[in-house]
């Protein structure tokens, strides 16, 4: 996918649009343009521009379960040298589902994905073979709260899916806004049928879509990872709280030097003073420390083995 972006600058009803994809990205025209204030049209002409000018993609995010993807995992990468040279090479591995070169110690964050303990073990012998890297620290997922990007919660029943449920997973995943037509026509279902099967692989936590918002430097929010530790007995609650805030659009919890991991998108410094201030506030929180996402190189939660052995490889994100 390309990162290549207009110079159009995005406006405050931009942003709004923004924020209501990022939650459904199956939103209609219609829908949009209630809670905006625009017409049906201006609504279509605004949704249009923001995804082919590059500022969102909108696809559909199946459950890490369904991948194949059971262990999560989240690095911290010093480096020697140039930092865009390392994460091009991270990017390129199928494993790492987001990449980002970041403000402070770390010059880059990636996230890892895997079936187990030991192939993550073996992928982060790899990335720290990558020429450049100095050091690394992992911090394993013990539990998703919240993400903006992917579903969360129980996984899918194993073996509840069958190769007309790949087809339609392959569909959403290169276009998450295509019409019930344009999905039955790709599986050779009737458009009601289609629409069956879509929402019961909604209802079942087996997809969600929404926009991937492609940092561009022209909108007015930023992306902010905060790392958290906490009291032994306040984790969970915690954890669940801060999921609860508007601007917080990833919460996990987590093993290693951070007991939670979150990532806040605000449009301002001043928004952004008022969040970390408020976690800051919450009974339990011992420490917080911040980073900027400067640039997200890779954000991508497709796999080329989506529905293998049970249909034909899905398309790449």
């Known amino acids: 996918m390309s990162n290549e972006f207009t110079s159009a600058v995005l406006d405050g009803t931009d942003e709004a649009i923004l924020v209501l994809l990022e939650e459904d990205g199956r939103l209609t025209h219609r829908e949009i343009a209630a809670q905006v204030g625009l017409s049906r049209s201006a609504a279509a002409t605004r949704v249009q521009r923001l995804l082919t000018e590059g500022h969102i993609d909108v696809r559909g995010v199946v459950h890490p379960a369904v991948l194949g993807h059971d262990v999560l995992a989240h690095v911290s990468v010093t480096v020697n040298g140039s930092a865009s040279h390392v994460a091009q090479a991270a990017a390129a591995r199928e494993d790492t589902t987001l990449v980002s070169m970041t403000s402070g110690h770390h010059a880059l964050v990636l996230e890892i994905r895997a079936k187990d303990i030991g192939r993550i073990d073996d992928a982060l012998a790899e990335v720290r073979a990558i020429d450049g890297i100095v050091t690394t ?25 069958d190769e007309t449920d790949y087809a339609l997973l392959r569909a959403l995943q290169a276009n998450g806004r295509a019409s019930f037509v344009d999905l039955a026509a ?12 879509v929402v019961r692989l909604f209802d079942g936590n087996v997809v969600r879509v929404g926009a991937v918002v492609r940092h561009s430097g ?100």
Do not use: N
């Open 186 to 197: 790709s599986v050779g279902l009737s458009p009601a049928g289609t629409r069956r099967r």
């Open 137 to 161: 620290e992992t911090l394993l997922y013990t539990e998703v709260i919240r993400d903006v990007a992917a579903p969360v919660g129980p996984a899918p029943a194993a073996g509840s899916l």
């Open 218 to 317: 022209q909108e007015r929010r930023t992306a902010t990872g905060i790392g958290l530790r906490l009291d032994g007995a306040a984790h969970r609650p915690i954890a669940e709280q801060l999921a609860t805030l508007p601007s917080v659009t990833f919460v996990a919890r987590t093993l290693g030097r951070y007991d939670a991991l979150l990532t806040v998108t605000t449009a301002t410094s001043g928004d952004l003073v008022g969040v970390l201030d408020h976690i800051r506030e919450l009974d339990g929180v011992r420490e917080a420390e911040t980073w900027s996402h400067l640039r997200f190189v890779k954000e991508t939660y497709a796999s080329l083995r989506l529905g293998e052995g049970a249909g034909s490889p899905a398309v790449p994100g």
